[in-house]
């Protein structure tokens, strides 16, 4: 059993900063890639950052580069996204997903966690 959880989510003014969580059960992370999608309300879920096993590589959407960062910490059986420059745009619901590779694609992760708010202010 897989079960992801992300937290860090909240209210924040255009340019703020914000890191969001994603803890993972098992001691298996370290085998699994991880991506952040999200969803705004009305929209489909869009792909934001993947991260593979060894955090050696990662991949942004366009939209994010040069102001989001993925990253991990397999000691802890976490992947963090750290969110900087927040724009409203940004403005949705931040999954956290696994996968046994790197992807943009929902179809291609295999669990995913409850999702955690995140809503930017002008």
């Known amino acids: 059993q897989v079960q992801l959880v992300e937290s860090g989510g909240g209210l924040v003014q255009a340019g703020g900063s914000l890191r969001l969580s994603c803890a993972a059960s098992g001691r298996t992370f370290s085998s699994y890639a991880m991506g952040w999608f999200r969803q705004a309300p009305g929209k489909e879920r869009e792909f934001v950052a993947t991260?593979?096993?060894?955090?050696?590589?990662?991949y942004y959407t366009d939209s994010v580069k040069g102001r989001f960062t993925i990253s991990r910490d397999n000691a802890k059986n976490t992947v963090y996204l750290q969110m900087n420059s927040l724009k409203p745009e940004d403005t949705a619901v931040y999954y956290c997903?696994?996968?046994?590779?790197?992807?943009?694609?929902?179809?291609?992760?295999?669990?995913w966690g409850q999702g955690t708010q995140v809503t930017v202010s002008s």
């Open positions: 997903a696994s996968g046994t590779g790197v992807g943009v694609k929902s179809y291609e992760y295999l669990y």
């Open positions: 991260i593979n096993w060894s955090g050696g590589y990662t």
